[in-house]
């Protein structure tokens, strides 16, 4: 269904061209053409004045030989070619391209000159350009995949979900795709890889996105924020109503240099960029993997949670292991949040679980009572735990062995979600088992992470994002 939005031609076009479809399957033409016959749903047309027809389907000479027949144009061309082929575009009745041929403003003058021809050409005639130096764009619903890497069987491999991610870096984005879309860590909505961004930018995906009703959640890692304010403004009219987890590159002047030499983007202060964006209610993190953890955490949960104390920031861990309660401590702490003593009514609940010789407390070290009772104590000890006003997220942290096979996820899950309150888990020890833990705390929205900084991070998003929501409603 179409939204009006001229990004719609981009995202759910009737009718594709391939410009640069190769029947070579070592160039990447091929890989673009292979994917779409497969994958998209419509009509797809192949280009390419040496061919006669590629994989079976009828090549044409030029896009004017498909006039009125086409809405999105996904150009793979060289360089020097690409101003004519949206020359053709135009007169064709095409109303999008996607370039994502290289060799543009990245790479000097002569590709600064190319890129003001093809925004010549965008201005005069009407067309949208979206790139260049890219690997374009994956909508799951309706299904159109544009990288240029094969990825067999896309549209079965990649299940719809809620999760929306914009890229500045093709290379990067395409990478998202491959090492965490397609193994099943999150599903996404929209994934976009905006590159030069002469035309679409972040600012306008941005907007696109946070309008898009199947897109509950955005990550996204960018080298430069040309307009700021148009950005910020997105960003502070997704803040409590759309999770929105930045990673900016180019912190420092190496950093920026390597941005401009690969997609022409200069970086702002980095300390402006920081103030802004946590005043807008971005989460801003620093690292590529903590980017997909938060993707990961926000897909399974993207709705704000219910906070019981006054600051929002209080945190109890539920522990197998001392020692992992000592640490989880000191790094949430860190981060900001507070690890608060339970409520006398809780320690007393706890105290009639607890042997007697072990006073509970937060960090609460449920070990000796599993010894005691058994794994039942676990939704006993949370229950209790969750009930406390003082707590409004829990970090659980169980061991991985045999006796997973016996954990009591029904009941876990269901105090969990009942109770409203952000949870996250690490899970530590025989990892054969981790698939099996995660996979069943995955069905109510708990993510399971094999490193404790992770939790951290992911409920301390949870937490800003739910205080944001909170100051909405107040």
Same mark, same amino acid.
Request: aromatic share 8%; charged share 25%; with cysteine.
């Given at each position: ?100 041929? @290289? ?6 003058? #002569? %590709?600064?000159?190319?890129? +003001? ?5 965008? $201005?005069? &005639? ?113 803040? @409590? ?6 990673? #900016? %590159?180019?912190?420092?002047? +190496? ?5 401009? $030499?690969? &997609? ?211």
């Amino acid at each position: 269904m179409r939204s009006g939005n001229t990004l719609d031609y981009f995202f759910s076009p009737r009718s594709v061209a391939v410009v640069g479809a190769s029947a070579d399957q070592t160039k990447g033409g091929y890989n673009l053409i292979a994917n779409m016959l497969e994958s998209f749903s419509g009509p797809v047309y192949p280009v390419n004045p040496g061919r006669e027809e590629i994989l079976g389907v009828k090549c044409y000479p030029s896009v004017r030989d498909l006039a009125g027949k086409v809405e999105l144009a996904i150009v793979f061309v060289p360089a020097a070619a690409v101003p004519g082929v949206l020359e053709d575009c135009a007169a064709a009745g095409v109303k999008a391209a996607v370039i994502e041929s @290289g060799g543009f403003a990245e790479v000097g003058e #002569k %590709g600064k000159e190319l890129t +003001e021809r093809c925004l010549e050409i965008a $201005s005069r &005639t009407g067309l949208r350009l979206w790139g260049p130096n890219c690997t374009g764009l994956v909508n799951t619903d309706p299904f159109i995949f544009t990288p240029f890497m094969r990825a067999p069987k896309a549209h079965e491999r990649l299940k719809p979900g809620n999760l929306g991610i914009i890229a500045q870096s093709g290379m990067l984005a395409a990478g998202f795709m491959f090492q965490y879309v397609l193994s099943g860590f999150f599903q996404v909505s929209k994934a976009c890889a905006i590159g030069n961004k002469i035309d679409v930018d972040e600012v306008e995906v941005l907007d696109y996105l946070s309008r898009d009703p199947r897109t509950r959640a955005v990550v996204a890692y960018l080298e430069s924020i040309e307009r700021g304010r148009d950005f910020l403004e997105v960003a502070r009219g997704m803040r @409590g109503r759309k999770p929105l987890a930045v990673l #900016k %590159g180019g912190r420092y002047e +190496e950093a920026a240099r390597a941005a401009l $030499s690969h &997609t022409a983007s200069l970086a702002g202060s980095d300390e402006v960029v920081d103030g802004a964006l946590r005043q807008a209610g971005v989460v801003r993190v620093h690292d590529f993997h903590d980017l997909m953890n938060l993707g990961k955490a926000f897909s399974l949960h993207p709705e704000p949670f219910r906070l019981n104390s006054p600051r929002g920031d209080g945190v109890a861990v539920v522990t197998v292991t001392g020692g992992g309660g000592v640490v989880s401590t000191d790094m949430l702490r860190e981060s900001g949040l507070s690890v608060p003593a339970l409520e006398k009514r809780t320690l007393e609940a706890l105290s009639g679980i607890f042997p007697e010789w072990m006073p509970p407390s937060n960090p609460v070290d449920i070990w000796p009572a599993v010894e005691k009772r058994g794994l039942t104590v676990f939704p006993e000890v949370l229950r209790h735990v969750l009930d406390d006003a003082r707590v409004d997220g829990v970090i659980l942290l169980p061991f991985a062995s045999r006796l997973l096979e016996y954990f009591p996820f029904e009941e876990v899950g269901r105090l969990i979600r009942e109770s409203g309150k952000a949870a996250v888990s690490w899970v530590f020890g025989d990892l054969r088992f981790f698939g099996h833990y995660e996979e069943r705390l995955r069905e109510f929205g708990i993510p399971v992470y094999t490193d404790l900084r992770s939790c951290v991070l992911a409920l301390r998003a949870y937490l800003q994002y739910s205080r944001a929501a909170r100051g909405n409603r107040d």
